[in-house]
Nanobody
């Protein structure tokens, strides 16, 4: 069973940058679309960015558009989310999710079957 594992979270100052990674064996072999979600305390889970199985299609939430870049390295079975100009509102637990979608990806959480445990990102002075 596919088990995504996130890494790269931590404490970042406002205006800073970070790079989150999601890894799992089988990402490439079985053709999974990968999405990043986040959830802050007391808030609903929000889709942040996603990338299709071969990396030709990406989507971003309006809240991160222009500040985030999602990419994948299929040779290493990893997907990365790079975020710049971080704001306190970006503070949340970030989750990686995977689903064997054929062409595109989605920011709808109900679509995804496989989820990681998440990594905490805190943006604070």
């Amino acid at each position: 069973q596919l088990q995504p594992v996130e890494s790269g979270g931590g404490l970042v100052q406002p205006g800073g940058s970070l790079r989150l990674s999601c890894a799992a064996s089988g990402f490439t072999r079985d053709g999974y679309a990968i999405a990043w979600f986040r959830q802050a305390p007391g808030k609903e889970r929000e889709g942040v960015a996603c990338i299709s199985r071969i990396g030709t299609s990406t989507r971003y939430a309006d809240s991160v558009k222009g500040r985030a870049t999602v990419s994948r390295d299929n040779a290493r079975n990893t997907v990365s989310l790079e975020m710049n100009n971080l704001e306190p509102e970006d503070t949340a637990r970030y989750y990686c999710a995977a689903e064997p979608l054929y062409e595109h990806c989605s920011l709808t959480d109900q679509i995804y079957t496989y989820w990681g445990q998440g990594t905490q990102v805190t943006v604070s002075p």
